[in-house]
């Protein structure tokens, strides 16, 4: 699929399933703007890419205005934006009767208002440049089914995905079309840890849990990187101009809806 001329803004494109995405849509064509917290993974990530094709821009998810300035930033000096990837996110575990005020203000601030500044300041652009864009947000087989022990992390994922049906109703007229998706077990630095966050809390040997979840999928294996930028490219691409609203399960077969 083609996505030559396009622009693609990608949140958490330093590493893990962020830079899987962008390096399809570059493959695709498109040019990228990796935004991530700190710039030295930016800057080993960006070698991946053609200069020309890439730049890296240092934000915080959590703070809107940053968020408003990295697309600015990406169409100024790319010439275009027509492309939105809200993939920065965090995990947490916890059993529910232990999670701290502290804890759930982290993880709603990253997955839940690091989507919602997003959304908004992709489809404001938009909206500005006449641009029928495509946003597009991480979710997770947690936004559809809760899990013991992620229950502050599946509260934000359920979360996105009620923003990204509300956003599709409301920026429908405007040809912009808002979809998420859902990874399952990715073989990321995100699982490692809440893989030791398990073995910490329940006394598993470390791995085993990655191991339990591994064992439940269909497929019968871990999902990679790649597997959840082959969606990410159809919904940033034509062929997905009449999909909207929607929270598209990827797992290799894990949670049926």
Known sequence: MSLAGKTALVTGGARGIGLGIAERLAADGAKIALVDLNPDPLAEAASRFAPEKVITIAADVTDRQQIINAIDQTAERLGGFDIMVNNAGIAQV???AEITEVEMDRVFAVNVKGVLWGIQ???????????????????????????????????????????????????????????????GVVGTDMWTEIDARFAELTGAEKGATFDKFVGSIALGRAQTPQDVASLVSYLAGPDSDYMTGQSILIDGGMVYR
Not at 126 to 148: L, N, Q, V, W, Y
């Open 94 to 96: 916890q059993p529910i």
């Open 121 to 183: 300041a992709a489809a404001a652009r938009f909206k500005r440049d006449g641009t029928r864009g495509k946003i597009i947000s991480a979710a997770s087989i947690a936004a559809h089914e809760g899990f013991p022990m992620l229950g502050a992390y599946c509260s934000t994922k359920f979360a996105v995905r009620a923003l990204t049906q509300v956003a599709a109703k409301e920026f429908a007229a405007d040809g912009i079309t808002v979809n998420a998706y859902c990874p």
